[in-house]
């Protein structure tokens, strides 16, 4: 069944927000809540105004109207990217002061507030998209502001409760550590590199694979799976840093940062790029440097984002060395507060 633009538009606005859900995610919310609920980043402006183009950056999208791969790269607006309704203002401001309002240190309560927002989205996202869109030539056409009309039906995903719950005792636990003050439950592996990255990433996910290929856990177990973030953010006005970080031990994370320090050091910084476009969808890149890349290394980077995003159509692409610099940058410390036993 087809109708107009006019009542597909409708449809799409109703269903957005139907499933857009704005609340606070500190430990003391609603209590000591102050003002809006805001639309917090989840990467700082002033950090992505590093890597933007005319005030735009980069940020994947899909275009239906494509004749092969629908994923692309898309322009998204400075105000716009990374955001999501997860704070109210107060809260945004004072518990994240530390590592917006000044320059970041690598200790464990910065750490941990990063992780803790990469977390808050994470869970934030899932609890919105509590449903699959499915495509179909008989569904109702629904608007969308980047593609135009497309076909399809939003469905209620009868795994979402029992998966995001298992996940959501990581986050409670956090909340907890947060209120008593105490960090020291944060696990983080940084590598420092020697200019400011092209990419900037705040994310959430669970490697179900290292970069030797071999299998780390199973996205289709039954027992909570160990969960990772990643913050790729500029570090000190001309340097850049990736964090990858968790919330308690965790030795199957421990076992993926092994593999990654496995690589040959010069492919490390590819390979975090490998990761990006293989694990996350909240992450935004230098329109200068999307459009510097080959067609060839273009193809490569969206074919790996596609890969994971539907279950369905899950192909397994090797996380390790394929060939391509994507960056030049080039690793010039590390530090980390994992005791790492020799592999």
């Not at 203002?89 to 927002?117: C, G, P, W």
């Not at 969308?144 to 009868?158: A, K, M, R, W």
């Not at 003050?181 to 179900?208: H, K, R, W």
């Not at 996205?219 to 973030?229: E, K």
Request: hydrophobic content about 40%; aromatic content about 12%; charged content about 25%.
């Amino acid at each position: 069944m087809n109708v107009d633009i006019k009542t597909a538009r409708e449809l799409n606005q109703i269903l957005r927000d139907k499933t857009r859900k704005k609340e606070c995610l500190h430990p003391n919310s609603p209590a000591e809540c102050k003002g809006k609920i805001v639309k917090a980043h989840t990467v700082q402006l002033a950090l992505l105004k590093k890597i933007a183009r005319n005030n735009h950056v980069y940020s994947t999208a899909i275009d239906m109207r494509a004749d092969k791969n629908p994923f692309c790269m898309a322009r998204k607006g400075l105000k716009q990217a990374s955001t999501f309704t997860g704070f109210c203002s107060y809260h945004d401001n004072q518990m994240f002061a530390s590592i917006e309002k000044q320059a970041i240190e690598l200790t464990e309560s910065n750490v941990f507030l990063l992780t803790y927002r990469s977390m808050a989205r994470g869970f934030y996202v899932s609890r919105e998209n509590n449903h699959l869109f499915m495509f179909s030539t008989d569904a109702p056409i629904l608007s969308d502001p980047h593609n135009g009309p497309i076909s399809g039906i939003f469905i209620e995903d009868p795994r979402f409760d029992e998966e995001v719950m298992r996940d959501l005792e990581v986050f409670a636990k956090m909340q907890n550590a947060y209120a008593r003050g105490d960090y020291a439950g944060i696990q983080f592996f940084a590598i420092e590199l020697d200019s400011v990255p092209e990419i900037l990433c705040s994310g959430m996910t669970n490697v179900e694979f290292d970069f030797g290929g071999d299998r780390l856990q199973s996205v289709t177990q039954q027992q909570r799976q160990d969960l990772i973030t990643l913050s790729l953010l500029p570090f000190r006005n001309k340097y850049g840093v990736a964090i990858f970080s968790w919330y308690g031990r965790s030795a199957v994370n421990e076992r993926f940062i092994h593999s990654l320090l496995s690589l040959p050091g010069y492919d490390i910084p590819n390979a975090i790029v490998r990761f990006i476009f293989q694990h996350f969808e909240n992450f935004f890149v230098s329109p200068r440097w999307w459009d510097a890349l080959t067609v060839a290394m273009q193809k490569c980077l969206l074919e790996r984002f596609e890969s994971t995003m539907f279950i369905e159509s899950y192909l397994f692409i090797d996380l390790g060395p394929d060939g391509m610099n994507y960056v030049d940058w080039k690793v010039s410390n590390i530090k980390t507060n994992l005791k790492l036993s020799p592999r």
